[in-house]
């Protein structure tokens, strides 16, 4: 099993680009977040989904879409890139009985 | 808004030495949750205790959970320099579908 994987690992966009991140597991599991962890701070989620085809807000959802398009897989999606998005962004998932959260490996992305 | 808000910000020993990080919490919770992240990496889960357990062990970690303190500490006993890392306690406010993280502690653990 991958668990959780993210792609790219890294990105660099010119402020107005767009791009979407992409998440993918294949535990099995109901629910998928997003989050993105800037320097000295802990995680902030974005945007999560509970069940395939529902979406929520999280902390920090401004300037960001997503889309959960199918149980495997929910992507990120940035519509106009601006400096202050520049981050690390996680992507996490969780099954139905445990707590746990697992989380991907990261996308380093950069906005100049 | 952080929920968890772990302490110290920084902690450095010596290999052998034990490692004490605190977390502190706002609201009632269902269970709090440990993880840890190697630089450049994603988080990793250590533990999870629930708002009725007062003490859980699992190998050379140990966390207690005081909910009258809305408080949670992290013990790791006899440390390595592979313990190294960013630890960070998370909070499911509740039983929230969502978990809110504080800002973690970075321990360093020198040979």
């Known amino acids: 099993n991958a668990g959780v994987t993210q792609t790219p690992k890294f990105q660099v966009l010119k402020t107005g680009q767009s791009m979407t991140l992409q998440c993918a597991q294949d535990?099995?599991?109901?629910?998928m977040y997003w989050y993105r962890q800037d320097p000295g701070m802990g995680l902030r989620l974005i945007y999560y989904s509970a069940s395939e085809g529902t979406t929520d807000k999280g902390e920090v959802p401004n300037g960001y879409n997503v889309s959960r398009l199918n149980k495997r897989e929910f992507s990120l999606r940035l519509e106009s890139a601006a400096p202050s998005q520049t981050s690390v962004y996680f992507c996490?998932?969780?099954?139905?009985?445990?707590?746990?959260?697992?989380f991907g490996p990261g996308t380093r992305l950069t906005v100049l | 808004s952080q929920q968890g808000e772990e302490d110290p910000q920084a902690l450095s020993i010596q290999e052998g030495e034990n490692a004490t990080m605190n977390c502190s919490y706002k609201t009632s919770i269902n269970n709090l949750q440990w993880y840890r992240q190697n630089s450049g990496r994603g988080l990793v889960h250590l533990i999870l205790?629930?708002?009725?357990?007062r003490e859980k062990h699992s190998g050379r970690l140990r966390v207690t959970l005081d909910t009258s303190k809305k408080s949670s500490s992290l013990l790791i006993t006899a440390s390595r320099a592979a313990d190294t890392a960013s630890y960070f306690c998370a909070t499911d406010r509740g039983g929230s579908e969502k978990l809110v993280f504080g800002k973690g502690t970075k321990l360093t653990v020198n040979p």
């Open positions: 535990m099995n599991h109901n629910s």
């Open positions: 205790i629930r708002s009725n357990e």
């Open positions: 996490a998932s969780k099954g139905q009985r445990r707590d746990t959260q697992y």
